[in-house]
């Protein structure tokens, strides 16, 4: 893997020197470094920027096109299930001259359905090489390709008479969706101000519950859940894919991938300019740069690199085992009960694919909460509480289960049991971990740390689709306490092991960890005085002698 390029010495003293003759002339000025500081203060709370235009622009288009597709992609395949059933035997008897058998076709649509989960595991394979190379925004426009190419090959299967096509579209899908899932989260992250980053990292999960959401409600019997209308569900991926491809390339790269990985100072500068939507990013700059000085060198690490870096460690383990908790959490295993539970608190057949959509209701109504109190409770609240909660759920839906048979009302205790393991995961599971991973390695580690995190992900999701059905027929309903166990266990390990990142620069992140991590302490201190930005310093300085900050280099 190639190495990028390492901004020069002379170039970094250069922009020290800038701040430094800045920092002289205001105190020139003002002939008062507290009156100066006090202003700046001022300056900075008027400046803090929230969601500029540039910045929503960005963060809804690019969630539009990656984690919403991802989501749409989970819950379309459900509504057409016994009409491509039935085109896939058809075609099988036109290739072949004879019928599948019932064994058979279930195992041609278990591989259709679970082809996707390959497809994502080959995309978190390859996309370090593409995020390294053609950069968060390059990525995510070169991902759309996957997923119009997708759109078309799936769409035309039935025109074409080919269930093969169908296969290889879900496979080409779930490559798409393992590429999105981590350049999306990566690119929000790196676009925005840390008082900002939890909020805007969570639109990636609210994404995958509106497209979850449009799933079912475009699966819909009066809409296009008709034997003619699947192709075009499926071909219906293309459209979020053409409006990204319309809108991003008009939007800026990540000023941290064109700072620390390509050396463009310039445009990084004009990137967090257009994203901030404010002339003087000297801080923000400054920050990117504390960074670089706490690496000691910008070189983008590979995984084997990565794993054999014991100042990672413990990130690496918190991101493994927040990944897999993600998928072995047992929201799979919700779906598949779903249907049944209702049917058995009385509600008639025809009214249960209306009534599911209330999950979808407040999937996504949960991670909107989620992304809107995620920077005053903190990520891992909002974690260790999805976890906690939901493991109280599970073991509420597993008595109200084995009892709904013999106690009236059991059937509605189930109903909310599953309503509420849905909220819970929204709330913290569905997105923080994207979010935990943007933040917690820094920007040489970064790409190859999604890459490690989407394999174990999609690993898991695949182990899930593969397992579920076997502990379901040995367990029965039993199988939830299986999964408020792992819950459990999880919340138990975040509690441990997490910082808070709430609010705080990638430096100061990588220091918390230092701790744990069992960096020397005299590397640790000078690191954390390295890692502030200046106007902190500054700050510091002044309140212990305000004449020396002309003197700061």
């Known amino acids: 893997m190639a190495t990028p390029k390492i901004p020069s010495t002379a170039g970094q003293l250069h922009y020290r020197t800038s701040e430094t003759q800045h920092l002289r002339t205001m105190q020139t000025n003002d002939g008062n470094a507290s009156e100066w500081m006090e202003k700046r203060t001022v300056a900075k709370q008027q400046t803090k920027q929230g969601l500029t235009c540039h910045l929503l622009t960005a963060s809804l288009i690019g969630a539009f096109g990656s984690s919403f597709l991802y989501g749409y992609n989970l819950s379309v395949v459900n509504a057409p299930t016994v009409y491509i059933k039935r085109f896939c035997n058809e075609s099988w008897i036109?290739?072949?001259?004879?019928?599948?058998?019932?064994?058979?076709?279930?195992?041609?649509?278990?591989?259709?359905?679970?082809?996707?989960?390959?497809?994502?595991?080959?995309?978190?394979?390859?996309?370090?090489?593409?995020?390294n190379r053609l950069g968060r925004k390059g990525t995510l426009l070169l991902n759309n390709g996957f997923a119009i190419l997708a759109a078309l090959l799936m769409s035309l299967s039935e025109t074409a008479d080919s269930f093969e096509l169908l296969i290889v579209g879900r496979f080409v899908i779930g490559v798409s969706g393992g590429i999105s899932l981590s350049a999306l989260p990566m690119y929000l992250v790196e676009i925005s101000q840390k008082h900002i980053r939890g909020a805007l990292g969570q639109i990636t999960a609210v994404f995958i519950c509106v497209g979850v959401f449009t799933g079912q409600i475009m699966g819909l019997p009066e809409i296009l859940g008709k034997e003619f209308g699947w192709p075009i569900l499926f071909g219906l991926n293309a459209v979020p894919a053409l409006v990204q491809l319309a809108v991003l390339p008009f939007l800026p790269e990540s000023p941290r991938y064109l700072l620390l990985e390509k050396n463009e100072v310039s445009k990084a500068r004009e990137a967090f300019q257009v994203f901030l939507g404010k002339e003087d990013v000297a801080e923000e700059m400054e920050e990117v740069l504390s960074e670089r000085r706490v690496q000691s060198e910008v070189h983008v690490a590979s995984v084997l690199e990565l794993l054999?870096?014991?100042?990672?460690?413990?990130?690496?383990?918190?991101?493994?085992?927040?990944?897999?908790?993600?998928?072995?959490?047992?929201?799979?295993?919700?779906?598949?009960?779903t249907s049944s539970i209702f049917a058995k608190a009385g509600l008639r057949k025809d009214q249960i694919p209306y009534i599911t959509l209330s999950?979808?209701?407040?999937?996504?109504?949960?991670?909107?909460?989620?992304?809107?109190?995620?920077?005053?409770?903190?990520?891992k609240t909002l974690l260790i509480g999805g976890f906690c909660l939901m493991t109280f759920f599970f073991g509420l839906l597993t008595i109200s289960l084995n009892l709904q048979e013999r106690v009236h009302g059991m059937s509605y205790l189930s109903v909310l049991s599953i309503l509420g393991v849905i909220a819970s995961?929204?709330?913290?599971?569905?997105?923080?971990?994207?979010?935990?991973?943007?933040?917690?390695?820094?920007?040489?580690c970064r790409s190859s740390a999604f890459m490690i995190g989407g394999t174990v992900m999609w690993l898991s999701n695949f182990l899930v689709g593969l397992l579920f059905p076997f502990i379901q027929s040995g367990l029965g309903a039993f199988c939830f306490l299986l999964f408020a166990v792992i819950c459990l266990l999880g919340s138990l390990y975040l509690y441990i092991v997490l910082p808070e990142t709430k609010n705080k620069t990638f430096a100061q992140i990588y220091q918390e960890f230092a701790k744990i991590n069992k960096v020397v302490k005299n590397d640790i201190e000078h690191e954390v005085e390295q890692s502030l930005p200046m106007t902190i310093m500054v700050k510091d300085k002044a309140n212990r002698d305000p004449g020396t900050v002309g003197n700061i280099a």
């Not at 591989?111 to 994502?120: E, H, R």
């Not at 870096?309 to 919700?334: D, E, F, H, K, P």
């Not at 995961?425 to 040489?444: H, K, N, R, Y």
Request: proline share 2%; net charge neutral.
């Open 94 to 131: 036109k290739h072949y001259g004879t019928a599948l058998e019932a064994k058979s076709l279930t195992l041609l649509w278990s591989i259709i359905v679970s082809i996707s989960a390959i497809g994502g595991l080959f995309g978190a394979f390859i996309v370090t090489f593409l995020l």
């Open 308 to 337: 054999q870096n014991r100042s990672v460690r413990w990130q690496l383990i918190t991101t493994v085992v927040a990944m897999s908790c993600y998928q072995l959490c047992g929201l799979n295993a919700i779906w598949y009960y």
């Open 359 to 379: 999950t979808g209701a407040i999937e996504v109504v949960s991670s909107i909460l989620s992304s809107l109190t995620i920077e005053r409770l903190g990520r």
């Open 425 to 444: 995961f929204c709330m913290g599971p569905g997105g923080i971990p994207f979010v935990l991973t943007s933040e917690m390695f820094d920007q040489s």
